[in-house]
Structure formats: C-alpha cells, structure tokens
C-alpha cells in the first residue's frame, strides 16, 4: 500500500512539476516578446529630414541614414529625375512631424537585414507619442506601400489597410488615377490629367467660363493653387481651370496661394 502511495505521489510531483515549467516557459515567452519589442527600438534624434522617407538622425553620437520600411514617397532629390507630384507635400509633412532635435525611436529591421545596399538603416519610425510615422504618412495620402523585402515585412498587413483606406478616400497620391504604380509614380498621368482638365470642356462651359475670373493653376510641384483678381502673380498665371467663386475652387481641390 505504501509503495503504490509512493509511486502515485512521485507520478503527481512530476506533473505537477511539468506543470509549472509550461507555466513559467510561458511568462518567459511572453515577457521575453515585450523585451524584445522595446529592445527592437533605439532611441535616436532626428538631425535631418531628406524627404518622406528618408531621415539623419544621430544614434548614441553616430550620424545614420535611415530609409523607412515598406514605404515609397514621390521623388524631390533623385539625380535625373524631375520633383514628382505630392513628393513637396510628402517633405513637408516629414518636417512637421519629425523636426529637427526631435526624440524618435526606430524599431531596426530584422537581425540580418537591417540595412539596405546604400548602407542605409531599415526601420519603422516612432513619434514621442508613440504613433508610427511611417503609417501617418501612409494614411494621409503622401506616400504607398512599397519596397517588400521579406523578411522585413512585420507591419505590411496594418500599412496596406491604412493605403486602402487613403486610396478610398482619394486623398494626395491617390487623387490621380493611375498615378501610383506597383513599381512608383506616372507623371504622364498628372500632364494627363492636366491637358483633359483644360480641353475637355463643353462649348457651353466655355463660354461661361469666360465671365469666371478665378483661375486654377497647378504648378510644378503638383500643388493646386487658385488666383483671384488683385492677387501679385494673377496676371502671369496661365490657368488649367476658371471658376466663378473661390467656395467652387475650393471643392475643386484647390487653395489659395501662401502669403
């Protein structure tokens, strides 16, 4: 009676025992997923912003380019190539959220892969508020998902819902159809879409816009700007489109130029 005790207590000691160690393997694992998550990011501070995806910052007193994961802004600086449509804007929006001397964390790419073959560091970037600019950007419109090299490919799924949802909303690159392409950016579809906004008008239209004294002209950058009579550059302003109020150049798109 003693040895069967014996044997059944040693046999409850051992399940127990294994147990525990799936317990404790499991706090392990999940605390080990949290160091990582933090230990993924590094703290660095933004010195320059190059365009809207590509940033200097300075990382423990070394100076890193770093050329954000999964995303493809329109070209401002590329040797050869004319600035493209919605790539000021997509500056600009970098500038704003990632200003010089400003704290960042870069979550680095996969261990292996952290660097592209310009040696330039691979990363998604985190705002002081914890939102990750490289989705905000994505979001509003300024730049698609793109450059897929697995396995750098952590947060593709989330990016490509956020492109969705810009794309859905015809927000800045996606406002021109057939713009955005698999491999970057058309800007025959932007001459395009200029020449059929000035020729394709009906007779009737055209002699009604003649009365309309507000001119829409979209300049070299893409930006959509409208000239009111009075205005310094009216006169010299060629325009793409005539409107008969500044509340239908504003439907339309377009704003008014920067004092």
């Given at each position: 009676m003693n040895k069967r005790r014996t044997v059944y207590l040693k046999n409850l000691i051992f399940i127990l025992s294994m147990v525990m160690i799936g317990l404790l393997a499991g706090c392990s694992s999940?605390?080990?997923?949290?160091?990582?998550?933090?230990?993924?990011?590094v703290s660095a501070t933004v010195i320059k912003v190059v365009d809207g995806d590509t940033i200097h910052v300075r990382i423990n007193g070394k100076d890193e380019t770093v050329r954000m994961l999964l995303i493809d802004t329109p070209e401002t600086h590329a040797p050869g190539k004319s600035v493209q449509m919605y790539g000021p804007e997509a500056s600009q929006f970098a500038e704003k959220e990632l200003p010089v001397g400003s704290p960042i964390q870069i979550e680095e790419g996969v261990k292996g892969y952290k660097r592209d073959k310009y040696d330039r560091l691979l990363g998604y970037i985190y705002l002081k508020n914890g939102d990750m600019y490289n989705a905000k950007v994505v979001?509003?419109?300024?730049?698609?998902?793109?450059?897929?090299?697995?396995p750098n490919t952590k947060h593709l799924d989330m990016l490509k819902e956020k492109q969705a949802d810009a794309e859905k909303a015809h927000?800045?690159?996606w406002s021109i159809p057939g713009y955005v392409t698999s491999s970057g950016y058309d800007m025959t579809k932007v001459k395009t879409q200029k020449a059929s906004t000035s020729t394709n008008t009906s007779p009737s239209q055209s002699s009604s816009s003649?009365?309309?004294?507000?001119?829409?002209?979209?300049?070299?950058?893409?930006?959509?700007?409208?000239?009111?009579?009075?205005?310094?550059?009216?006169?010299?302003?060629?325009?793409?489109q005539l409107f008969c109020s500044v509340s239908e150049a504003k439907k339309a798109g377009f704003r008014a130029p920067k004092r």
């Open positions: 999940l605390l080990t997923d949290t160091d990582n998550q933090s230990a993924d990011r979001e509003k419109g300024f730049a698609r998902v793109g450059y897929i090299y697995p927000l800045g690159i003649r009365s309309c004294k507000i001119k829409g002209n979209i300049n070299s950058s893409g930006a959509k700007i409208y000239h009111i009579p009075g205005d310094p550059s009216y006169n010299q302003t060629k325009p793409e």
